[in-house]
Structure formats: structure tokens, C-alpha cells
């Protein structure tokens, strides 16, 4: 699904992002443009990524998980 009609970005494309380490919307909208044209598509955006780092995260230490290991 296209998240991004301006700049033809779909939520592949952002998870893509976020697998090679892209974790906000800054990012995002420096790497593919998302909402740097019209800026309909921030919001959607914002939950794809978080989706996407949600399901990217399980096995990854959180700042919170190596607080609680020190
Ligand atoms: S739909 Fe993303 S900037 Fe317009």
C-alpha cells in the first residue's frame, strides 16, 4: 500500500528503512520524502514506522532492557 502518494513510498519501503536503521519520521522523510511534500501522509507514516520498529525490536536490547541489566 502506498503510504506516501507524493513521493511514491509504500509501507515495504519504509519497513525497508527501518531494517537498514531508519527509527523516525525525520528519517524517513530524509531517506524516501515521506511528508516532505504535502504532509497528508505524516500521520500514516508515523504508524507504519511504528509498526515497523515494533516488529523489529524483540530481539534488539531497548534502552529500558540495558537499564535493567545494569
Ligand atoms: S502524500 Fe506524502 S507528502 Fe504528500
Known sequence: MYVCVCNAVT????GSAVAEGCCS????????GV???CGRCT??????LHESLHACTPHRPTAARLQLAA
Do not use: H, P, S, Y
Request: glycine share 4%.
Open 25 to 32: 519520521l525525520r528519517e524517513l522523510r530524509e531517506q524516501l
Open 43 to 48: 500521520k500514516c507514516a508515523r504508524d507504519v
Open 11 to 14: 509501507e515495504r519501503d519504509i
Open 35 to 37: 511528508g516532505a511534500c
